[in-house]
């Protein structure tokens, strides 16, 4: 008899949970990985989106065109998942799993704050991104507002690598000098795990004229007036609002009985939820760790290594260290590095490696190696 494994999600996270499992126990698992999407783009993809430097098709890796043993895709939308039977129903099916993966991501509520939906645009969907590649080149002057709309959200670091590549965009097309462009941040410094990353960022904002916001957060968006108003009152006029949107769970994981407090709760070291063979994975959990997508595919290993221990009666798999490196764009092609580990030792370290043209080459090869591996490319 093989064990059935349902794996909802395939983004970092599972795409690596099932590459792990069909290389380790092919012959003793069947895998159904379900998405509702026609392809993988990684998220730091969609600033060549937005920027028209690239295509969707360029940048998307389709997902039928994964060719694993014991790995079947299903391009289907999940409608109810019942953890306590190990149940899913979709658009087009139902599936019973023997063991069950939730590794659906964050989705974005764009109802919030008032007047966003219209007075706004942002760039973490795919949707967004291509939009604005659309409105960019409109943009001649006036004033540019990155806003970061609440927490947690995915990518810390991309609402002021938007705005370091914002600044080289507005350089390229030689309107610049005719443009402000500000981040409005909740948080005291760019990257708070981080206090050389962040100072890294601050220095080259200083250098390029950008203005970082700290510990503000915009509670309005007066779309008719082209205003952002923050929670104390104050008024930040725009020509452009950017904003990084409300982070939550999908809604059919809201009505699983999966989430508490807004997010699935997990046990540190495997991933497991409170209901028996049901693990969650990536953004959609309240691990304490950033909801990011290197941090979403050690959690994968991490489930992988377990369920192979599980499943082989054997081994004794690594907790989930929490540890994951995230690339930063500074523009000028250098990109720099942080190298966060969450879980390992007595306190949260996040060594900084200094923006290079090896880092872009780095950050590349990072990308490639993974197609690589998940899709056989």
């Known amino acids: 008899m093989t064990t059935s494994i349902v794996i909802l999600g395939a983004g970092f996270g599972g795409l ?5 499992l069909s290389e380790a126990l092919a012959d003793q698992v069947d895998i159904t990985l379900i998405d509702k999407n026609e392809g993988f783009v990684f998220g730091f993809s969609k600033f060549e ?33 019942d953890p306590v039977a190990r149940r899913v129903v ?67 670091p991309a609402p002021c690598e938007a705005a ?16 402000e462009i500000t981040v409005v941040s909740p948080w005291g410094r760019p990257i708070p795990p981080s206090p050389d990353g962040s100072r890294a960022i601050i220095d080259r904002f200083a250098e390029r004229g ?11 968006i007066d779309a008719a007036n082209k205003v952002a108003i923050l929670r104390d009152g104050t008024k930040i006029p725009y020509d452009l609002f950017l904003g990084i949107p409300i982070h939550r769970v999908p809604t059919v994981v809201e009505k699983s ?4 407090d807004g997010w699935i709760p997990v046990e540190k070291t495997n991933l497991a939820t409170r209901f028996p063979d049901v693990y969650a994975i990536g953004d959609v959990t309240s691990a304490p760790v950033p909801k990011a997508g290197v941090f979403a595919e050690s959690a994968g290993r991490a489930v992988a290594e377990h369920l192979i221990a599980q499943l082989r009666d054997s081994g004794s798999p690594t907790p989930y260290d929490g540890a994951g490196s995230c690339y930063i764009e500074f523009g000028d092609h250098k990109v ?27 950050k590349a090869e990072f990308g490639s190696t993974r197609i690589r591996r998940w899709f056989g490319k």
């Open 336 to 362: 720099g590095r942080v190298d966060a580990d969450f879980l390992t030792g007595p306190t949260v370290m996040a060594p900084f490696t200094e923006p290079s043209v090896e880092g872009a080459e780095e």
């Open 49 to 81: 989106l937005m920027f028209g430097r690239q295509t969707l098709e360029e940048v998307r890796s389709n997902y039928a065109d994964i060719v694993k043993p014991a790995v079947e895709f299903r391009r289907e939308v999940a409608t109810e998942i």
């Open 164 to 179: 370091m590549l914002l600044d080289e965009h507005f350089v390229e097309r030689g309107v610049r000098s005719e443009i």
């Open 90 to 156: 979709t658009n087009k099916g139902t599936y019973d799993a023997d063991i069950l993966v939730v590794a659906l991501g964050a989705e974005y509520d764009f109802s919030v704050p008032p007047g966003f939906k219209d007075g706004g645009y942002e760039f973490y969907s795919v949707e967004g991104a291509i939009e604005l590649r659309d409105v960019l080149p409109t943009v001649t002057s006036g004033s540019v507002v990155i806003g970061i709309l609440g927490e947690p959200f995915k990518c810390p």
């Open 210 to 220: 950008i203005t970082f916001m700290a510990e503000q957060l915009i509670t309005d």
């Open 257 to 260: 009985g999966l989430a508490v």
């Open 16 to 20: 690596e949970l099932s590459t792990q």
